[in-house]
């Protein structure tokens, strides 16, 4: 099919794909809870056709549509969890379940892919490959499910890998492409300063977790400012700060501070903890404190393959034109698609669904978040366009 028969067909479902994304947003569903979402999506890939479909998670789905068996591997992920919060929206799609909302976008991402197997299962006598479709679950709670589902061997034979994220902070369906790394590393820690608690009014019998805690949180501003090179991006700050007890005269034993941390070099799980924990034990010898520390990793840094994005930047600009095409700017966000590609090369990009027209301006993970889903013709095409690109050059 030529480049504007493919578009024409993809603008030919963009009712079907809104309708999708509006019935996924009312009904969404939280990390690893994602059962009616994937049984949505397993029934409407089932009535598509052509599809071996499999469940590598209890709550995920994976299709496989398979053309000549012996070319490439190209993959496709879309995550389909909601976040824990409250929607504010009046929308007659706006979420059914308290405490649940589509707040980043996983339901737009789970319709375009939906959208982009529904075009492509109809043309499997001319995929020189395979095409392989992840919907996947619980993005938005570490360890996160893209780690389970390469587990599970879904990367097994992907020669490429490519994924998208929806952002209001960009015109409707402006594609952005960067290159290297698109998100960071993710850190959490959590310090408990140990002290000697007593009476508020005779400090001078105690040990203070509180004031010593205050010290340790200004003090670990130092790793970013003196620690860290100038051009290497790094967001460290106290998240949480509790003590037990409600008293206002009570100097409590201790103290707990939780730490999170962002980072993109490749040595940043190595060098930012022992700073860290420098910093600690510095300030608890010094007035006579102890500590407990420890660290956890979330997703490692998205890191675009240049080979993988410069062809989808050619494929792009190709469809849509020069002036669709915006460099990528690096987010300090995690995001757990690194899992995938740890296994092979990739790309991911950002697409652009704001509209002030329409008072859609609210970004990611805010309570009146919303997207205009004019985009997703342009998602869909990259799904499309894209995948049948690099299946075309790999098999050369």
């Known amino acids: 099919m030529s480049d504007k028969e493919l578009q024409e067909a993809i603008e030919s479902i963009k009712d079907d794909v809104i309708a999708w994304r509006r019935h996924i947003h009312k009904n969404p569903e939280l990390s690893f809870k994602e059962f009616e979402t994937s049984k949505f999506i397993y029934e409407k890939l089932e009535s598509f056709g052509n599809f071996e479909l499999s469940r590598p998670t209890e709550t995920s789905v994976m299709a496989r549509l398979i053309g000549d068996p012996s070319g490439p591997v190209v993959a496709m992920r879309a995550d389909i969890d909601a976040l824990a919060m409250q929607e504010n929206s009046t929308a007659d799609y706006a979420s059914a379940n308290d405490g649940a909302m589509h707040a980043c976008g996983h339901d737009t991402h789970a319709a375009m892919l939906l959208g982009a197997a529904k075009i492509l299962s109809g043309m499997k006598d001319q995929i020189k490959g395979e095409f392989r479709f992840f919907f996947q679950h619980a993005e938005e709670l570490p360890p996160g499910g893209a780690s389970q589902m390469v587990d599970a061997g879904v990367m097994e034979g ?12 960009n015109p409707c369906g402006q594609i952005g492409i960067g290159y290297g790394a698109m998100t960071a590393d993710g850190m959490n820690c959590e310090i408990k300063i140990k002290g000697k608690g007593g009476h508020s009014s005779m400090p001078e019998h105690c040990i203070d977790p509180v004031s010593i805690g205050a010290q340790v949180v200004l003090n670990i501003q130092h790793v970013v400012a003196r620690y860290s090179g100038a051009f290497e991006p790094l967001v460290l700050g106290a998240t949480r700060f509790n ?3 409600e008293a206002f005269n009570v100097i409590p034993d201790y103290a707990v501070i939780g730490l999170n941390g962002r980072g993109v070099t490749e040595d940043f799980r190595e060098k930012i903890p022992p700073f860290i924990e420098r910093i600690v034990k510095g300030v608890t010898d010094a007035h006579g404190a102890e500590y407990e520390i420890s660290f956890e990793f979330t997703y490692k840094a998205v890191i675009n393959d240049q080979e993988t994005t410069d062809s989808v930047k050619k494929t792009m600009t190709r469809v849509y034109g020069e002036s669709a095409i915006i460099p990528a700017k690096q987010m300090m966000g995690g995001e757990d698609f690194s899992a995938y590609l740890d296994k092979a090369p990739g790309t991911f990009i950002t697409l652009g669904a704001g509209n002030e027209e329409k008072g ?3 970004a990611n993970h805010h309570p009146l978040f919303d997207v205009d889903e004019e985009s997703f013709p342009v998602g869909i095409g990259f799904f ?3 995948g049948l690109d690099l299946l075309d050059s790999l098999g050369k």
């Not at 020669?159 to 929806?166: A, F, K, M, N, Q």
């Open 384 to 386: 499309v366009f894209s």
């Open 360 to 362: 859609i301006v609210y």
């Open 243 to 245: 003590t037990p007890g």
């Open 158 to 169: 992907v020669d490429r890998v490519i994924g998208l994220h929806i952002s209001p902070m």
